[in-house]
């Protein structure tokens, strides 16, 4: 964690505006390229808090200087308060009963910390934006199958 610890360096409202922020910017950049009927139906699944919560998860930690073993139950509560914060203020309502995103493997998860990684730690906008348009394919992919026919490929999707 280095010299300073958390608290010094960042505190919740500027942390939590921060990731709140990264949200907000993907949720409408991907409204645009996957158009608002997919949005609404992927956002009633479990993959949404799984694209958000990858990307939340890397962002905290990095702003931070930690990573996700060394978080207390106060920090991981911090991380879903801002997914929910933001899914709520954008209408998005999630159905927990929709079992794909639990059988994608964490797929959506690691497309969040892919995007995050992306612009936050390699400051690479080209590549966010490529990431991005990854996401939103997979979205349209995953919306239209039964999961057992979406192919995720990762290796392609880069993110380091």
Same mark, same amino acid.
């Not at 390699?122 to 348009?133: A, F, S």
């Given at each position: 964690? &280095?010299?300073?610890?958390? +608290? +010094?360096?960042?505190?919740?409202?500027?942390?939590?505006?921060?990731?709140?922020? &990264?949200?907000?910017? @993907?949720? +409408?950049?991907?409204?645009?390229?996957?158009?608002? *009927?997919?949005?609404?139906?992927? =956002?009633?699944?479990?993959?949404?808090?799984? !694209?958000?919560?990858?990307?939340?998860?890397?962002?905290?930690?990095? !702003?931070?200087?930690?990573? !996700? =073993?060394?978080?207390?139950?106060?920090?991981?509560?911090? @991380?879903?308060?801002?997914?929910?914060?933001?899914? !709520?203020? $954008?209408?998005? $309502?999630?159905?927990?009963?929709?079992?794909?995103?639990?059988?994608? &493997?964490?797929?959506?998860?690691? /497309? &969040?910390?892919?995007?995050?990684?992306?612009? @936050?730690?390699?400051?690479?906008?080209?590549?966010?934006?490529?990431?991005?348009?990854?996401?939103? *394919?997979?979205?349209? $992919?995953?919306?239209? =199958?039964?999961? /057992?026919?979406?192919?995720?490929?990762?290796?392609?999707?880069?993110?380091?």
């Amino acid at each position: 964690m &280095g010299f300073f610890g958390k +608290k +010094k360096r960042n505190n919740d409202a500027e942390l939590r505006e921060k990731c709140a922020d &990264g949200l907000y910017a @993907i949720h +409408k950049i991907l409204l645009t390229k996957v158009g608002e *009927k997919d949005i609404e139906v992927f =956002s009633r699944s479990l993959g949404i808090r799984q !694209l958000f919560f990858g990307h939340v998860l890397s962002t905290y930690t990095y !702003l931070v200087d930690t990573t !996700l =073993s060394e978080m207390d139950s106060s920090e991981n509560d911090f @991380i879903w308060d801002v997914i929910d914060g933001v899914m !709520l203020s $954008e209408g998005m $309502e999630w159905d927990n009963t929709d079992p794909r995103p639990i059988e994608d &493997g964490g797929n959506f998860s690691m /497309q &969040g910390n892919h995007i995050s990684n992306s612009l @936050i730690m390699y400051k690479d906008p080209i590549e966010w934006m490529r990431n991005l348009e990854m996401t939103a *394919k997979h979205i349209k $992919e995953f919306n239209s =199958s039964n999961f /057992q026919t979406c192919n995720f490929d990762l290796l392609k999707y880069s993110g380091g």
